[in-house]
């Protein structure tokens, strides 16, 4: 991903410095792709086998070529799954696990606090690339460490804004006045840790729309609208031709302002 840092960033330009500096044969890469992304800056796509380990080398390379003029990134579009039945195990040993059965990155795993369930053993909340979440569930179950953990695919989550909280658009596009990107999801306060955070809910959409508010936002009990709305069109890169077919990427690190699901 290549998203200018001022105003006047030429994506045109930059593409053409990074052709003429970069030498995908020596990269290994045979096909790339290259689209809009849903924040404006451009999307360069690593096709094939081995796609994750090459894109991160290309990332290295944009780096080198660009880091004065754009931000450098590399997406990765993202699932999300449910681990129930642990026993008594570690954050990295999950991790390790769910890398090692599906050759993901390592980098590319998230996983959540584990959680205590009523019959004594424990739940965790993955994130991992959706070709590693479709195999996953594939799978039914995993072994960690004496037991045999159930995978439960999450539905994906609606589009939100980091800025606003609302749902349907980004940060790169918002329009609302609010800004609670300092504030913690959860309970809409700050000044402590969202892990151990112990505030009763409270959803700043609904109190903002004179609605009980008693709960968290995207709750069951949460009212706030999930429908996509139009709040402006976002800039389009010169020389980069949109693709309406494609949905955007989850940009790496960005599991949304809710953070990790709670099970």
């Known amino acids: 991903m290549i998203v200018g840092r001022d105003d006047g960033f030429s994506y045109a330009a930059a593409l053409k410095k990074a052709r003429e500096s970069i030498s995908l044969d020596q990269l290994k890469i045979d096909q790339t792709k290259i689209r809009r992304a849903a ?27 660009l880091q004065d003029q754009a931000v450098i990134t590399r997406p990765v579009a993202k699932g ?73 695919a999450l539905s994906a989550r609606p589009l939100q804004c980091f800025k606003c909280w609302r749902f349907g658009h980004l940060k790169s596009s918002c329009s609302f006045k ?40 995207g709750s069951n009990f949460c009212t706030a609208d999930r429908k996509i709305r139009d709040t402006g069109p976002v800039p389009r890169p010169e020389g980069v031709v949109s693709d309406r077919r494609t949905e955007p990427m989850l940009l790496d690190g960005d599991p949304g302002p809710s953070g990790q699901r709670q099970p």
């Open 80 to 152: 999300e799954i449910r681990l129930v039945g642990l026993d008594c195990t570690s954050t990295d040993e999950v991790l390790d696990v769910v890398a090692g059965l599906e050759g993901c990155l390592r980098s590319d795993v998230k996983v959540g606090m584990i959680r205590p369930l009523n019959n004594g053993l424990y739940t965790v909340w993955v994130q991992c690339p959706l070709g590693a979440v479709a195999r996953l569930s594939n799978l039914k179950k995993v072994k960690i460490r004496w037991t045999l953990a159930r995978m439960e």
């Open 39 to 65: 924040n404006g800056g451009i999307l360069i796509e690593v096709l094939g086998p081995g796609g994750s380990g090459k894109a991160l080398a290309l990332r290295d390379k944009l780096f080198e070529v």
């Open 178 to 217: 609010e800004n609670f990107s300092g504030l913690y999801f959860r309970c809409g306060r700050s000044g402590h840790s969202a892990r151990v955070c112990d505030f009763p809910p409270s959803c700043k959409i609904c109190l903002i729309e004179g609605r009980d508010y008693n709960h968290r936002l």
